[in-house]
C-alpha cells in the first residue's frame, strides 16, 4: 500500500538534545513538507522540499533543519536552538508541482521535551 | 499570510448544516479543504481552483469567491461522522515555488 510512513510516533527528549523525525513516502510524489501542530494555531509549515536536493524555509524554520538526498524521504530535525519544541509535527507529500493537488498526510510524531 | 476562518467553533444536531468560511489577505490561486479528527492525521476533502469549484464529497461542498479571496465550506444534513477540525489552506507563491498555509482551524462537534 501507498502512504507516508513517520517516526516514531511518540518521542521523548531532554533540553538541549537534538532529534531527527523520520519520513518516508512511496508514492513517488516530488514535493514533500513538515508542518507543526500546536493547540488552537492550525497547521504551520516548518520546511518544504519540491524536488530532490532542493528546500526552502517555511513560515517557522528557526530552530529546525531538513535534508532531501533521496525523492522517498524528507527527514526533520529538531535541534537545541528550537526554543520550544514540543508539539505533533505532520508530515506531507504531494504528486502535483505548486501544490495544485491534494496532501497526503503521515500519522504524525508527537515529540515532548522533558 | 495565514489565511482567516471563521466560526472558530461549531455545535451542531445531526441533520442541522453548518458553513465554514476561510479569507485571505492575498490572491488566492486554489483553496484547500482538510478534516482532521482527535489524534489523526488531515484528510483531504477537496481542492478548488481559480476560476472553478470542484466538488469532492456527497453532502459536503464548497465555493471559492476569487474577487473577495474567500472560500466557504457547506456542510449539509450533518452526520455524527462529520465531527472534527477543518482546516482551509490557500497557496502562496514566492520564488517559483508554492507553499500550502493553512488556517488555524474550526472545529465542529455534531452531536445526536
Known amino acids: 500500500d501507498g502512504g507516508i510512513t513517520q517516526s516514531p510516533k511518540y518521542l521523548f527528549r531532554k533540553e538541549g538534545q537534538n532529534v531527527t523525525l523520520s519520513c518516508e513516502q512511496n508514492?513517488?510524489?516530488?514535493?514533500m513538507y513538515w508542518y507543526r501542530q500546536d493547540p488552537g494555531q492550525g497547521l504551520r509549515l516548518i520546511y518544504y522540499?519540491?524536488?530532490?536536493?532542493?528546500?526552502q524555509k517555511g513560515d517557522i524554520a528557526e530552530g529546525y533543519s531538513v535534508s532531501r538526498e533521496k525523492k522517498e524521504s524528507f527527514p526533520l530535525t529538531v535541534t537545541s536552538a528550537q526554543k520550544n519544541p514540543t508539539a505533533f509535527y505532520l508530515c506531507?507529500?504531494?504528486?502535483?508541482?505548486?501544490?495544485?493537488?491534494?496532501?497526503?498526510f503521515g500519522e504524525g510524531s508527537r515529540l515532548t521535551v522533558l | 499570510q495565514q489565511p482567516v476562518q471563521s466560526p472558530q467553533a461549531v455545535i451542531l444536531r445531526e441533520g442541522e448544516d453548518a458553513v465554514i468560511n476561510c479569507s485571505s489577505s492575498?490572491?488566492?490561486?486554489?483553496v484547500h479543504w482538510y478534516r482532521q479528527k482527535h489524534g489523526e492525521a488531515p484528510v483531504f476533502l477537496m481542492i478548488l481552483l481559480k476560476g472553478g469549484e470542484q466538488k469532492g464529497h456527497e453532502k459536503i461542498s464548497a465555493s471559492f469567491n476569487e474577487k473577495k479571496q474567500q472560500s466557504s465550506l457547506y456542510l449539509t444534513a450533518s452526520q455524527l461522522s462529520y465531527s472534527g477540525t477543518y482546516f482551509c489552506?490557500?497557496?502562496?507563491?514566492?520564488?517559483?515555488?508554492?507553499?500550502?498555509?493553512f488556517g488555524q482551524g474550526t472545529t465542529l462537534q455534531v452531536k445526536p
Open positions: 522540499s519540491q524536488i530532490v536536493n532542493d528546500f
Open positions: 506531507a507529500s504531494s504528486g502535483t508541482a505548486g501544490v495544485g493537488g491534494e496532501l497526503f
Open positions: 508514492l513517488n510524489h516530488d514535493a
Open positions: 492575498k490572491a488566492l490561486y486554489s
Open positions: 489552506g490557500t497557496v502562496v507563491v514566492s520564488s517559483n515555488t508554492g507553499k500550502l498555509i
